[in-house]
């Protein structure tokens, strides 16, 4: 199935995650064409690339927030004439969409360094507490922003729970409850021991509760790709994960005079930095907190770095290295 034509560099792991954020998939400054997005995903398959020039195990994992966004958005215009999909839906179309572009940014990298190797996506189910407390409070914006009127409007024709945004409009908010089990764990694992780069558990999977006879269903909600990852890279026992950003660094006091970007640290450490309220909410904090819970549940090194330097980070020169105390 592999065919090496590059030698293996032995620093590097053997098994591991790797998480890539919006910006690697719909930055926000691009209005979002096809087009767009394909030079975005080549982008990211440059960078991706020497990665996968290995013999590895190589999982990747990506956001979905402005896709699923956009998917949001058709939906809205579009609902008098065709019935709008449920999110757990809307995720799944993400997932392939975005697999689709990344697969063929990476398979054209692959073969212009002539090495051998598929990449497969597996749209992957993640199940979920329906007692978890995110369902309770659903709290988690996402999608375009309406007028008051608007977001009445949806509420009463599509069932959407509508919340104001910090006083830039209405927006549709659901619950985002904590990754509890990865459906597709097998299948994902399985493939990667046979030398195929997976793409899995996009925007952090499609979100499913257990029924009481067994069976599942998906539901209205959506789940934190790095809190995927990390929970994905422990149940495979895989101890590197990397979660791949639009900063260099984690740094400390960001954004001020005195800002501090850290290199390597200790879980202990970086749980003291979070607790002082260094990382932001909704960005870098929900990164941390991944982290920190990969490390505590079996994994070596966390790292996080910008998505130009997937090779430089896992080879030691690049990024913020969390690692196990
Ligand atoms: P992604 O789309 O990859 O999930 P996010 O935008 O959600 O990325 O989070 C990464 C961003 O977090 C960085 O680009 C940076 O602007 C911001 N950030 C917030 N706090 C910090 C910090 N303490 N150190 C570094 N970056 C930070
Ligand atoms: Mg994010």
């Not at 975005?98 to 073969?111: K, Y």
């Not at 996009?202 to 990390?230: M, W, Y």
């Not at 749980?271 to 079996?298: C, N, V």
């Amino acid at each position: 199935m592999i065919a090496t034509m590059k030698p293996t560099i032995p620093q590097i792991p053997d098994r591991l995650v790797v998480a890539i954020g919006g910006n690697a998939t719909h930055p926000e400054n691009i209005r979002g064409t096809t087009e767009e997005q394909e030079l975005v995903a080549a982008r990211a398959a440059r960078s991706l690339a020497p990665l996968l020039q290995r013999h590895n195990q190589l999982i990747l994992t990506h956001g979905n927030g402005p896709v699923v966004g956009k998917i949001l958005l058709r939906q809205y215009y579009a609902r008098e004439h065709v019935p709008p999909m449920r999110l757990d839906v809307c995720v799944a179309h993400s997932q392939g969409g975005i697999a689709h572009l990344m697969m063929q940014g990476l398979e054209d990298e692959l073969n212009r360094a002539q090495y051998d190797r598929r990449v497969a996506c597996v749209i992957t189910r993640v199940e979920v507490d329906p007692q978890d407390p995110g369902f309770l409070h659903p709290s988690k914006p996402i999608g375009p922003f309406f007028s008051e009127e608007e977001a009445r409007h949806l509420q009463a024709q599509l069932g959407w729970s509508m919340m104001e945004d910090a006083g830039r409009g209405w927006r549709y908010i659901v619950a985002s409850p904590r990754p509890r089990r990865v459906l597709d764990l097998e299948l994902i694992d399985s493939l990667s021991r046979q030398g195929i780069a997976v793409i899995a558990a996009g925007g952090g999977g499609i979100p499913v509760i257990q029924r009481a006879d067994g069976s599942h269903c998906g539901v209205p909600a959506v789940i934190d790709k790095d809190l995927t990852s990390a929970h994905l890279a422990n149940a495979l026992g895989i101890e590197t994960l990397m979660i791949l950003t639009a900063v260099q660094k984690v740094a400390i006091h960001f954004g001020q005079p005195e800002q501090q970007w850290l290199d390597t640290v200790t879980a202990s450490d970086m749980q003291r930095y979070m607790t002082e309220g260094h990382f932001a909410k909704g960005s870098m904090a929900p990164k941390i907190d991944a982290a920190l819970r990969f490390l505590a549940g079996g994994g070596k090194r966390a790292i996080i770095a910008h998505l130009d330097e997937a090779l430089p980070a896992i080879e030691g020169n690049a990024g913020t290295h969390v690692i196990a105390d």
